[in-house]
């Protein structure tokens, strides 16, 4: 039993399919034709998508006949009979690649863009800038045929050159790099012109202006360069000029040819300097006063090449002794001759303007330094002072060479020869007559304040020594006074026994160290520590080597404390540290009196 509805769409299809073997004329004798069509065409045939034209692809005797395909796809038909591109080994019929009636968005073209061999099937190879990613392609292919593309580079890009180079890029443009930056790729070897030197930094556009490549005059420099000589050295600029110095270059000029070699600072010059204005004829070098202006004043005869020469004009070869007798040596070696030589020029000028005059000039100390001494000392330096140094630091006092060591080394002058205008200059009286002064008094009161304020009477260096430290009493000894220095005196600072005080002592009153009078008693320095108990005189028990109580004879005091075991026992065993009154006072001391009986030590 057949389904609800079944025969209903059973026979609308018969009915269908009846009218249209109606409709259809007759082409064959007992073969009627019935046009069925099975489904829509795709958007590239969409105007033949009616039933009025199916004749154009279907004969009704042969099905669909690829040569009515080819009638409308002419150039795929050329490249069949051409064997070119991906049809060049089609034999069958279109169908076999390509089928209809898949709806309009069903594609023809079975071509699997990835796998597709570009330059194999087309012969144009995609590389470079055509290769980059996100090129398409439907970046050259604008319409959907493939076919219609050209190889030629405008077929794509505008000729921005405006057909003036013609209408093939590749001998100047690589699609291995972007046209904007050819320039940078481009190769200048196959042109006309190569570029060397400068040439081949300069932009393109200093030659190329207004995107001209075509017609420039490079036969001679004047086509790009500013001809500076006014042709007065003719058109051809290489003789001179080299390109890889636009300026001209030592090296590219044979200076000697024109008579006068270029050596030195000469070879360092611009041309201008010399050649002014651009002047061709022969120039005056005999003497160099042609070109230079004489510093000197007419103060020099002598042409300037026998002091200076062509490395630098700053510097001479002056021999100055052997030409004035004045060797320059130490401080004056290396001097500038306009510090010595400038005696035309104001004072108030600066040294690098002062004019170099070499007359008048003296070999005498006071015709270039200032005498600090005002000529208290005479008019000759070396004496005190020498060229290495113009402070006299190597001078060697004729007088007493001993008393100018130690301390006295190395201190200023001024420290000891004051003028008589100074304030301390009253120990130094000038000789009238001899322009000199008399040498300052060796005496140590002359500039040393005393220290001890008049508690000494012998003379300083009995004590002192210009070689220590500070002038530390290094000759002091205690030996030859009162009280000699032993044990554990003979160590201990000054300052121990002779503290420093402010009192009135014989010179008036102040601050020094307590040299006289000082007590020689030893609690006079030293605290007691028995509080009384003991007999003033401590070296009874103690010594100087050590203070402390190395052993006690209790001998002569009673048998009973000399012998057997209370022979070794320690002092503390019997005298113990109490705290309470003793003969000095109230305190804490070891109690030296004990009671003599047994029972006061054993219960």
Known sequence: MARKGAPMR???????????????????????????????????????????????????????????CLACHKPIADRIVRRKGVHRGVTDDCRRCHTEHRGVDGDLRRLDRQTFDHAAETGFVLDGQHARSGVTCTSCHKSRSFVDVRSDCGSCHADAHKGTLGRTCTPCHRTTVPFKQTRNDFDHAGARFVLTGAHLVAACEKCHAGGVFRGLKFEDCSGCHKVSHRRSLGPTCGS????????????????????????????????????????????????????????????????????????SFRKASFDHGARTGFALAGRHEGLPCRKCHTGLSAPDVPLALK??????????CASCHRDQHKGEFGLVCNACHGPATFKAAGFVHPRSPGFFAGRHQG???????????????????PVSGRGQALPPSMACSGCHVDVHFGQVEAPCERCHAVDAAKFAPTRFSHDGGSFRLAGRHASIACAKCHPLQ??????????????????????????????????????RCHTLTSFTLAAYDHSGLDDLFGVATHAHLPCRACHKVETGRFPAGWGTAMRLK?????????P
């Open 10 to 68: 059973t026979g609308l299809a018969a009915v269908m399919a009846l009218a249209l073997f109606a409709a259809t004329p007759a082409r064959t004798m007992g073969a009627p034709q019935v046009r069925v069509s099975p489904g829509p065409l795709s958007a590239a045939h969409a105007k033949l998508d009616d039933l009025a034209n199916c004749g154009r692809c279907h004969d009704p005797a042969r099905g669909l006949a690829a040569e009515r």
């Open 240 to 311: 001179c000029h080299v390109t890889e110095r636009w300026a001209t270059a030592a090296r590219g000029f044979e200076h000697a040819k024109a008579g006068f070699a270029l050596a030195g600072a000469h070879a360092r010059m611009a041309c201008a300097k010399c050649h002014v204005a651009g002047v061709r004829t022969p120039l005056a070098h005999d003497r160099c006063a042609a070109c230079h202006a004489d510093a000197h004043r007419t103060s020099v005869r002598e042409d300037c090449h026998k002091c200076h020469d062509e490395e």
């Open 355 to 364: 004019v170099l005059d070499f007359r008048g000039a003296t070999g005498r």
């Open 411 to 429: 201190l200023a002058c001024v420290r000891c020869h004051v003028r008589a205008s100074d304030p301390r200059g009253a120990r130094i009286e």
């Open 502 to 539: 402010t009192a009135v002592f014989p010179a008036g009153a102040g601050t020094a160290m307590r040299l006289r009078p000082v007590a020689r008693d030893c609690r006079s320095c030293h605290q007691d520590p028995h509080m009384g108990q003991a007999d003033p005189d401590c070296a």
């Open 594 to 602: 004990v009671g003599r009986t047994c029972l006061e030590c054993h």
